[in-house]
Structures are given as structure tokens and as C-alpha cells.
């Protein structure tokens, strides 16, 4: 069974166990967090109903907050002797996926 979630405006097929990174969230280590689901999907079907979903949550865990690696941003405009170089680190979230809801 897995589900895709939506979060940081981002979109994350997971599964129960999974341990995935999404964009910070407000929450220390240990928390429990929802997740809103889009798409529930288990070995005999599927179930993308708006209205069925609409409470639909998936539990997860906070595991640590941390940064990600650091993307290098390089602007260039040629024969113009302009070019710059810019760092950037994204504040992320590890969380646990500790339970789906059920696909009835």
C-alpha cells in the first residue's frame, strides 16, 4: 500500500516505514506531524476521490531538522565581463511515515 502526500508544496509517494526529507516544517524532533493525502492506492485499487480524502491524513514523525547540500547558482552574461557566484542551503525536515489511512 502506498499513498502520495502533499506538503511544501511538493508531491511524495510513500509508504508505511518510509523515511523521507521535505521542506521545513515547524515541529521539533519527536513530533508527530499530518500530512495530506492526494492518492491512496493499495494491491486491489485506487482512490483519487476529492470528497473520500478530504479528512484523509497520514501520520509521520519528526526525525531531525537539518540543511541540505549546497547548490551553487552561477550567472553569466558572455562579452560582458559579468558573472556571479551564489551559494544556497535548503532548510529540510527528515520525517518517518508512521501510518497511512485506509483505502475504503
Do not use: C, W
Not at 511544501?8 to 523515511?19: I, L
Not at 476529492?50 to 519528526?62: F, P, T, Y
Request: hydrophobic letters at 40%; proline letters at 2%; a positive charge.
Amino acid at each position: 500500500m502506498y499513498a502520495i502526500v502533499s506538503t511544501g508544496g511538493k508531491q511524495y509517494k510513500v509508504a508505511e516505514g518510509d523515511v523521507i526529507d521535505v521542506e521545513k516544517l515547524e515541529a521539533e524532533p519527536g513530533d508527530k506531524v499530518e500530512l495530506d493525502v492526494l492518492l491512496l492506492a493499495d494491491g486491489a485499487g485506487k482512490v483519487v476521490a476529492a470528497d473520500e480524502l478530504a479528512n484523509a491524513k497520514a501520520s509521520a514523525e519528526v526525525i531531525e531538522q537539518f540543511r541540505g547540500k549546497k547548490v551553487l547558482v552561477f550567472k553569466l552574461k558572455k562579452r560582458k565581463r559579468y558573472h556571479r557566484t551564489q551559494g544556497h542551503r535548503q532548510y529540510l525536515t527528515k520525517v518517518k511515515i508512521t501510518s497511512l489511512p485506509s483505502a475504503e
